[in-house]
């Protein structure tokens, strides 16, 4: 064997070139999305187990890092907005037109989000009511039920305080289908001033001080969704250096524990940091680790029955147990149950609701060329 350096074929090249980018090519799955998704949604659940115990957000360890600016849930619902915003964005870039973007849409949140309220309302409730863990609901009816969760609405959230987010998410799904057909992402500078728009709507309206309820929360999502949708847009153009990334996280950082009097009010904005500082942070961990995250993709399939069960879950263990179970044990076994009933939604309600729909005929009209270069990926195919 000579001893010569082997060259890299064209295909290692183009390849290796946009994975130092967030830019990939069609069908790549050399990502740590579905991992991501998972811890999130786990981090969401252990900062439930917190306030449960306690009534309290002060024993949440990130209220202590951040000097009250952030809770676990509360950064991991912010990470999931600039993820879901990015994963959107690109869904629509594959998609066949608007109803082929909403059907895909709908058949992954509609089916799991019906059950997980049925199971909420004809189970958790009354067994909760029942024990003195909340109030004591009217006999709920079909109506009552299907109604509100065909516009992604769940009145009793006191029995399943998670639902709330799903109807933000599946608004700014719409937003991304409606400037898709409108014809504003096929350019960049629009996603821009739509997301820069925002992130000062979000600046005035957290700088003075508003309360809101979870209701009002627009400002703040809308404008974590953007940046990941920003950061779609500018995908080729947005480097994966672990140098920015450590800036992204010091930067973050600074602001959460304080380099000088961020301790004190005007200076606490690590929420305006976050859709900045967070957002690169978050798709540089997604898409630089590259085929060994990979491999733990299909936790990301657990997340969504794991957001949708985990907390009226955790209600029954804290009401039922509560002299028996610290924050962390409570966490631990609801989290290990809430997983058993994301596993029987993903296999029961979720992957079957998906073959449905892709039984559909397929349109024929084509879908938009993909951002990564045409060009240089008929080239890496060929050489394959």
């Not at 990015?86 to 973007?101: E, H, N, P, T, Y």
Request: with cysteine; net charge positive; proline share 7%.
């Amino acid at each position: 064997m000579s001893g010569r350096p082997v060259a890299p074929s064209t295909t290692d090249v183009v390849f290796m070139k946009h994975r130092s980018h967030l830019d990939r090519p069609p069908g790549d799955r050399d990502n740590a999305v579905g991992l991501a998704r998972f811890l999130l949604t786990s981090l969401v659940v252990l900062s439930h187990s917190f306030y449960m115990h306690v009534c309290s957000l002060d024993y949440d360890p990130m209220v202590r890092w951040s000097w009250g600016q952030y809770t676990l849930g509360r950064i991991a619902v912010d990470a999931f907005f600039v993820l879901s915003g990015f994963l959107v964005a690109r869904s629509w870039a594959g998609s066949r037109g608007w109803a082929d973007f909403l059907t895909r849409r709908a058949t992954r949140v509609y089916p799991a989000f019906l059950a997980a309220a049925l199971f909420t309302s004809l189970v958790a409730a009354p067994w909760l009511a029942a024990r003195g863990g909340m109030h004591r609901p009217e006999a709920p009816s079909w109506a009552a039920i299907l109604l509100p969760a065909l516009v992604l609405d769940y009145p009793e959230l006191a029995a399943n305080g998670s639902l709330w987010t799903i109807r933000y998410d599946f608004y700014y799904y719409l937003l991304i289908g409606a400037m898709g057909w409108a014809g504003l992402l096929a350019r960049r500078w629009p996603v821009f001033a739509m997301w820069a728009s925002s992130w000062a709507v979000y600046a005035a309206w957290f700088t003075s001080g508003a309360e809101a309820g979870i209701y009002d929360q627009h400002p703040r999502l809308l404008t974590c969704f953007l940046s990941g949708a920003v950061a779609f847009a500018y995908r080729d153009r947005i480097p994966l250096r672990w140098s920015w990334f450590a800036m992204a996280v010091a930067g973050l950082a600074g602001y959460a524990a304080g380099w000088w009097p961020y301790r004190f009010w005007p200076y606490r904005v690590m929420n305006l940091a976050f859709p900045i500082y967070g957002a690169y942070a978050l798709l540089f961990i997604c898409f630089r680790p590259g085929a060994r995250a990979g491999r733990l993709g299909w936790l990301g399939d657990y997340s969504y029955g794991l957001f949708l069960y985990a907390y009226p879950i955790q209600l029954m263990l804290v009401t039922a147990y509560r002299d028996r179970l610290g924050p962390f044990t409570h966490f631990l076994a609801s989290w290990a149950l809430a997983i058993l009933a994301a596993g029987l939604s993903l296999r029961l309600i979720e992957r079957p609701a998906l073959r449905l729909r892709r039984r559909r005929p397929p349109d024929r009209r084509e879908p938009p060329a993909p951002h990564f270069r045409v060009a240089e990926e008929a080239t890496a195919r060929s050489v394959g």
